[in-house]
Every structure is written in C-alpha cells, then in structure tokens.
C-alpha cells in the first residue's frame, strides 16, 4: 500500500482538526476499544490486555492526524496477525469500523452539546481517518492472507510432488 496517497489527503487544517477529534476519542478509548475486541473475539470488558488497548491508542492517535508512521503500519499489521490467528474473518474485521465510526460520531456529537455548534471539519477528520485506516488494515489484512495462502500452495505442492514421485516408483518398480 502506497502510504503516501493516505497523507497527501491531510492539509494542515485537517491534520487540526484531527488533533482536536484525538483529544476527545482519548478519553474514551479504554472502552471503546474493550468494546472492539468484545465484538471481534468475544473477549470481555475486562479480558482486553493492555497492549491491545495501547494498539488502539497508536492507532488513533495517528490516523487522527494524518500520520501513517512505520510504527502505525506495524501495528497494523501486529493486529491483524494476531486477529486472523484467533480465526477473526475478513468481513468481522471491517464491521469494527462501524463501532469506530459510531462511537467516534458519539464523541463529537456531545462535544457539539456542549459548544453549542457542529464542528464539521471534526467529522471530516474522524471520517477520512478511519477510511484511511480502513485501507491499511484491508491492505495489511491481504499481505497476511497472501502470505498464508503461499504457505498452504508450497505446502500442497510439496504434498502432491511427494505424491507423484511415490507413484512413479511403484509404476517402476
């Protein structure tokens, strides 16, 4: 995946913007993402494990600013390694952006509550950032199921050679 079209969409003033959604989603991202990995493997409020809480914290503080850094995309792809080894599917792994985008929504909208007004390049930061972030986690996703599918072909391939070359030597024999 070519990080560089993923920054290029963030000028500064929505990299602002997304610096003002960090420190709103921030304070709830505990729970927020105790809720993610509830629905993704059925984990309990409390069975979620530092670590993945602090995943999600690299995660979000840098998408919501634009900033695709080695260390996000290595996260990235950290989780979804660990994801597919728990058998997560694809399509689960994609409808977490729903909870993201709901509870990301549910932040700015009490913030509007209390200021009276609708900040709109919020959204648009919440939005472009998790859209963002949805590329790379598809992207990062396809690599691991790639590499996957290439063990199990040299593993068949391996398989039927040694098939083939046991029947060949019972035909010789």
Request: glycine share 6%.
């Amino acid at each position: 995946m070519d990080i560089k079209i993923l920054e290029e969409q963030w000028n500064p003033s929505l990299r602002t913007a997304g610096a003002k959604v960090w420190t709103l989603v921030e304070p709830e991202l505990d729970r927020i993402m105790r809720e993610i990995y509830g629905f993704l493997i059925g984990a309990r409020p409390e069975a979620v494990t530092s670590d993945q809480i602090e995943r999600g914290r690299i995660k979000f503080e840098n998408i919501l600013q634009g900033r695709f850094s080695p260390e996000y995309i290595e996260t990235q792809r950290k989780t979804t390694r660990l994801l597919m080894e728990k058998g997560v599917s694809f399509d689960r792994y994609l409808m977490c952006y729903a909870i993201y985008h709901r509870e990301g929504a549910l932040c700015l909208a009490r913030h509007a509550v209390e200021n009276g007004r609708v900040d709109d390049a919020m959204f648009h930061a919440l939005h472009r950032a998790l859209q963002s972030d949805a590329c790379v986690s598809m992207s990062s996703y396809f690599e691991a199921m790639e590499a996957q599918n290439r063990l199990e072909r040299r593993e068949l391939t391996a398989a039927n050679n040694q098939k083939i070359m046991s029947i060949s030597k019972s035909i010789g024999d």
